[in-house]
């Protein structure tokens, strides 16, 4: 059975779901005034091995002739996302704390949740609160919940595998052929290698900075000076 991610309280804001003009879905599914959508550990994919990101499909729609929605997100500390985010299907996103104003009845969007994990961080959790209005009658607000306790991702080297990091050199010892790849922060490959047995890899001609290392899904962030 899947376990729910922690829940996070919602205010009831401006009319009942059952009389309000503005009508909310979430992958298909009605969403309710002040309801809260939860991620589980299957719904967060990995991207180029190391993100992790989750998304939900949104749709608004009103008997009226416009739409605003706003949203806000909160974490604690910890592996912060890199991206928390809504945007639509041409890759127009909102920004955060400023509300967006729409001359039409139904808008789709696309709210995203992106992180890097980091194995010595604790993990983070949090929500992002969305507010759709028609301006004249009725508002819909409701969250999406994540914690990233609950990707079911590893964040360390396999159990026979050892890793080493100094003077911009990265050591490593696996037990079967793998591809070592690092990813910058933004997750773009910097480096890939063909591994195997003990050895290293001298990362010193990449730009200063974070890195995450990633060997058969298993990822540690490293600090290049």
């Known amino acids: 059975m899947k376990k729910l991610i922690t829940l996070f309280a919602a205010a009831l804001l401006g009319a009942s ?7 909310v879905t979430a992958n298909g599914n009605p969403v309710k005034n002040g309801e809260t959508i939860t991620f589980y550990a299957d719904n967060f994919t990995v991207e180029q091995g190391v993100v992790h990101t989750a998304a ?6 009103t008997n009226m002739t416009q739409l ?16 928390i985010s ?8 909102l920004s955060e704390n400023n509300p967006m104003t729409f ?5 789709d969007f696309e709210a995203h949740i992106q992180f890097l994990p980091y194995p010595e961080l604790p993990a983070s959790s949090g929500s992002m609160t969305i507010t759709v209005a028609d301006n004249m009658h009725s508002t819909v607000k409701f969250n999406i919940a994540y914690d990233t ?8 080297a396999t159990k026979d595998n050892a890793f080493t990091f100094s003077g911009n050199v990265l050591g490593y010892t696996v037990n079967a052929p ?10 773009n490959l910097a480096y890939s290698e063909s591994i195997e047995g003990a050895g290293s890899a001298d990362l010193g001609h990449l730009t200063p900075g974070i890195y995450i290392y990633n060997v058969a899904n298993k990822s540690g962030k490293i600090v290049i000076r």
């Open 103 to 107: 001359q039409k009845k139904s808008a």
């Open 86 to 93: 809504i945007c639509d299907n041409s890759g127009v996103c």
């Open 178 to 187: 793998a591809m070592l790849r690092v990813y910058s922060i933004a997750g």
């Open 56 to 61: 939900a499909e949104l749709n608004f729609s």
């Open 68 to 83: 605003t929605i706003s949203y806000t997100s909160a974490h604690t500390s910890g592996t912060q996302p890199t991206n």
């Open 149 to 156: 306790t609950q990707s079911g991702v590893e964040n360390v």
């Open 17 to 23: 779901a059952a009389n309000a003009l503005v009508t």
